[in-house]
């Protein structure tokens, strides 16, 4: 929702709260409404949009997420056998938002299939809002069990730029297959 079309809502909720039962005249309920209203944006400010800002979310400490992960069963694995964020050959959960640990463990749960995790929030990732830096992403191993679920149970919705095929979720979060792996963007705990 726009930041606009909120404060619009918020100042008309507070009008409609007091106008009822106030037994206010019809110019001081006129009056209450302007003083409620929320000062006009300028026109040339463009409304914000995904790109211009970061959601807050809530984030976790690697150790808080590989508690959550062995929870459902869920394993992890790292080319250079570590968790250090700064390196990339790592797989590192530090700063992963808690939305996103949840979303695996929906997916362990919905799928139940085996899961292995081969990225988190270590660098190397592409970059932008929705990255792997910013808590938002898993890379997860193939295997059959995965595949098929996420092929089947998912909507197909075309090719990444990268040429990725890519699956939406019923929940929004979207799965794309990156040769290797699953590239999954976890935009919030997929129903948890």
């Known amino acids: 929702m726009r930041l606009r079309t909120v404060l619009t809502a918020l100042a008309a909720s507070a009008v409609l709260l007091v106008a009822p039962g106030a037994g206010l ?18 026109a ?4 914000a949009g ?16 590989t508690q959550m992960f062995r929870a ?13 964020r700064n390196n990339a050959t790592c797989t590192s959960f530090e700063q ?24 988190g929030t270590e660098t190397g990732h592409a970059s932008g809002t ?11 191993s193939l295997g059959s069990c995965i595949n098929s679920y996420v092929t089947s149970a998912f909507t197909y919705i075309g090719l990444r730029s990268d ?4 699956y939406e979720s019923a929940a929004g979060n979207v ?16 129903g948890c």
Request: charged residues 10%; glycine residues 10%.
């Open 25 to 42: 005249s019809a110019a001081s309920t006129a009056a209450t409404a302007e003083a409620a209203a929320p000062a006009a944006l300028p």
């Open 44 to 47: 040339a400010a463009p409304a």
């Open 50 to 65: 995904p790109a211009d800002y970061a959601p807050l979310v809530t984030k976790i400490s690697h150790s808080q997420a």
């Open 72 to 84: 459902v069963g869920i394993t992890w694995s790292s080319s250079g056998g570590c968790s250090d």
């Open 96 to 119: 992963l938002n808690l939305a996103t640990a949840q979303g695996a463990q929906t997916l362990r749960t919905a799928s139940g299939c085996a899961l292995n995790i081969t990225g």
């Open 130 to 140: 929705y990255s792997h830096w910013n808590g938002y992403k898993l890379d997860f």
């Open 163 to 166: 040429g990725a095929r890519m």
């Open 175 to 190: 799965y794309a297959l990156e040769g290797n792996h699953w590239d999954v963007v976890f935009y919030n705990c997929g």
